[in-house]
């Protein structure tokens, strides 16, 4: 809270660049989007990654972690009037700068009443701060579950507020090994998203453990340190800013594989849709997909965007499909 609240003042005062690293270029309708975002929200932004998923309207959206609100601005646009975005923060004064501006950006945005809300709060505790069960289609969360001590509990938070078939799309900071007691008690280290990082093979089993499909992989980033004090306690440990989509994927929704077309609806990604780093559905093509990704598609709000059936492609299957 201090270090995020009183220490820094901008993105610049950073001594690493794991809370500022960028996933992967901005689409066209995200970099507008920005464009309209008040300058004093972006300068107190120091996420990581992009949160930004696709096929937002009308859904809503919570942020864990949400600082100044950089993000929730962002989706407020994104998810349209109808839609609805909630940021929860740790940090009284991220969050005072976020309410300051909502009258701003809803003047902006043309809305004639305001679509998103912030709440001083912790992403352990999201029945404190009010929020039901099932109550979202998405969870983001932007290079702040590194800072929270029990990992599980605030997947185990996100997963119950998530509406069955629902998303929790976010950005973190990973380690190659489980890290010394040196290390995750450094303030410094702490403050810049590395002390509290997660083994990146445990966010496999917590995710498991709490009822959500395998973490998809949307991109990976190394972590530069530039700083030789931190690099001489760090030693051989490596970390990565990295983006997952995890999905409340009912069972028995889908039984086996099966081959998917995209009927090329998403607002920004009408052509393509690079969905993670294992599949990119192009407009119109035959895709086949695992058990796993097939459950996910017919489970989540991405269900009304594809055709999909049963099977693996063959010349048989793939002429009577596409007919």
């Not at 990654?49 to 959206?61: D, K, N, T, Y």
């Not at 740790?90 to 945005?109: L, P, S």
């Amino acid at each position: 809270q201090d270090y995020y609240g009183k220490e820094l003042q901008k993105s610049e005062d950073l001594k690493t660049n794991a809370c500022i690293t960028s996933a992967r270029p901005l689409s066209k309708v995200v970099r507008d989007a920005l464009e309209h975002i008040h300058e004093e929200v972006v300068a107190r932004y120091y996420g990581c990654g992009l949160v930004i998923p696709e096929c937002l309207s009308s859904c809503r959206i919570l942020d864990l972690g949400c600082g100044s609100g950089r993000d929730c601005y962002l989706l407020s646009q994104l998810v349209g009037e109808q839609g609805h975005i909630t940021g929860i923060d740790m940090t009284e004064g991220q969050v005072e700068v976020a309410k300051k501006h909502i009258a701003y950006h809803m003047d902006k945005f043309g809305y004639r009443k305001p679509n998103v809300e912030f709440i001083h709060g912790y992403m352990e505790k999201l029945g404190d701060a009010g929020l039901a069960d099932e109550s979202y289609d998405i969870v983001i969360s932007n290079c702040v579950i590194n800072l929270a001590p029990d990992k599980r509990a605030v997947l185990q938070e996100a997963f119950r507020v998530l509406k069955p078939g629902g998303e929790m799309y976010f950005s973190d900071v990973y380690s190659s090994q489980r890290l010394s007691e040196t290390i995750q008690k450094h303030r410094l280290l702490w403050g810049e998203c590395l002390a509290g990082a997660l083994y990146w093979r445990d966010l496999y089993s917590i995710a498991e453990e709490v009822g959500f499909s395998p973490p998809c992989l949307v991109t990976a980033s190394p972590v530069t340190i530039g700083n030789k004090e931190l690099e001489s306690i760090i030693g051989d440990c490596r970390f990565v800013s990295a983006t997952f989509r995890l999905f409340k994927v009912l069972g028995g929704s889908w039984a086996g594989p099966g081959q998917v077309i995209y009927n090329g609806g998403i607002l920004g990604h009408e052509r393509e849709l690079v969905f993670d780093a294992n599949f990119t559905f192009k407009e119109g093509e035959v895709v086949d997909v695992d058990a796993e990704m097939a459950a996910i598609l017919q489970s989540s709000r991405f269900a009304d965007e594809f055709l999909i059936r049963a099977g693996r492609t063959n010349a048989a299957a793939l002429q009577d499909f596409c007919c």
